[in-house]
């Protein structure tokens, strides 16, 4: 699987946009990027994927270059709940599921009142 | 509710103890994970299943082994403890049938080995 490049952390202000950034300029054309997060010491928790399209849902926007070499996660209006690391992954699309998800050390994003 | 239950919750083993992680899910999928995460790090994966009565080796699967009697539980054995596994160890599975990569995560299970 493609490795991800992730920062180690970030600072959002409560309310705004937070934009996390994900290089992965080594994706193949079957890879899909994958974001989780994890809040405190829980078991992660997933957000969203996509392949080359932006997708969206209730959590979060998932944006991906037309190079497919990066993408951004993005909380349209951070809370203070946000606040937690959030891994970026790369990985082929597994029916089987015998390619597990393999996590980096992520992004700590605080959101700052 | 469904979804991924691990016990025990909390665990503390003197060095050379055995013990056994239970995992069980109701999702009805076929494959189960064990991670394992140390303070400050990210998930590392210790073994995987794909399916019931078979199963591979992670990234760190030394001083563990697992078992996959059925297609609702995966356990996770240490048999002779060492500090190295003070650990906390998540279980998941696919949340659905079909494996779209959206996992579903156990609450975890706290291990300290002295």
């Known amino acids: 699987d493609a490795k991800t490049t992730q920062p180690t952390s970030m600072d959002c202000a409560e309310g705004r946009a937070a934009n996390l950034p994900c290089n992965h300029s080594?994706?193949?054309?079957?890879?899909?990027v994958y974001w989780y997060r994890q809040i405190h010491s829980q078991g992660p928790q997933y957000i969203i994927h996509?392949?080359?399209n932006n997708e969206t849902n209730e959590m979060a926007s998932l944006i991906i270059t037309e190079d497919r070499k990066s993408s951004t996660l993005i909380l349209p209006h951070a809370t203070l709940r946000d606040t937690a690391v959030y891994y970026c992954?790369?990985?082929?699309?597994?029916?089987?599921?015998?390619?597990?998800?393999?996590f980096g050390k992520g992004t700590r994003l605080s959101v700052i009142a | 509710n469904a979804g991924v239950t691990q016990t025990p919750k909390f665990q503390v083993l003197k060095t050379g103890q055995s013990m056994t992680l239970q995992c069980a899910q109701d999702?009805?999928?076929?494959?189960m994970y064990w991670y394992r995460q140390d303070p400050g790090m990210g998930l590392r994966l210790i073994y995987y299943?794909?399916?019931?009565?078979?199963?591979d080796k992670g990234e760190v699967p030394n001083g563990y082994n697992v078992s996959r009697l059925n297609k609702r539980e995966f356990s996770l054995r240490l048999e002779s403890a060492a500090p190295s596994q003070t650990s906390v160890y998540f279980c998941?599975?696919?949340?659905?049938?079909?494996?779209?990569?959206?996992?579903?995560f156990g609450e975890g299970s706290r291990l300290t080995v002295l």
């Open positions: 299943s794909a399916s019931e009565g078979t199963t």
């Open positions: 998941a599975s696919p949340a659905g049938e079909v494996n779209t990569g959206e996992l579903f």
């Open positions: 996509g392949l080359k």
């Open positions: 999702m009805n999928h076929n494959s």
């Open positions: 992954i790369v990985r082929v699309h597994s029916p089987s599921g015998n390619t597990p998800l393999v």
């Open positions: 080594t994706i193949s054309g079957n890879e899909y």
